[in-house]
Nanobody, 123 residues
């Protein structure tokens, strides 16, 4: 059983900072791509940032220079440092990871999602 559990969301004033965490647990063999997505009120879910297994990162234009994605492979944890928050960053933030896990006598791989953590930025 594999789980992704996010934490760190909350209410912050514009210009403030938050750090989101996403901890993976379970019968995990390896984790490749990890990413943060968000879904604002009345909007579609969108990619915020991703970090590949080799460490390459990519960001949505709207967060470049303000957000930093990182991962601790030993702890199987993904982070999103968010600085200079704006009201338009208000959304539910979801962790996403492509995980190879133990299955029976072998393994399989699939994409997992966390349950989401809410970020609200007041003006």
């Amino acid at each position: 059983q594999v789980q992704l559990v996010e934490s760190g969301g909350g209410l912050v004033q514009a210009g403030g900072s938050l750090t989101l965490s996403c901890a993976a647990s379970g019968s995990i063999i390896s984790i490749n791509r990890m990413a943060w997505y968000r879904q604002g009120p009345g909007k579609q879910r969108e990619l915020v940032a991703e970090i590949l297994g080799g460490g390459t990162t990519n960001y949505a234009d709207s967060v470049k220079g303000r957000f930093t994605i990182s991962r601790d492979n030993a702890k199987m944890t993904l982070y999103l440092q968010m600085n200079g928050l704006k009201p338009e960053d208000t959304a539910d933030y979801y962790c996403n990871a492509y995980i190879r896990y133990m299955r029976g006598s072998g393994s399989d791989q699939t994409v997992y999602w966390g349950q989401g953590t809410q970020v609200t930025v007041s003006s």
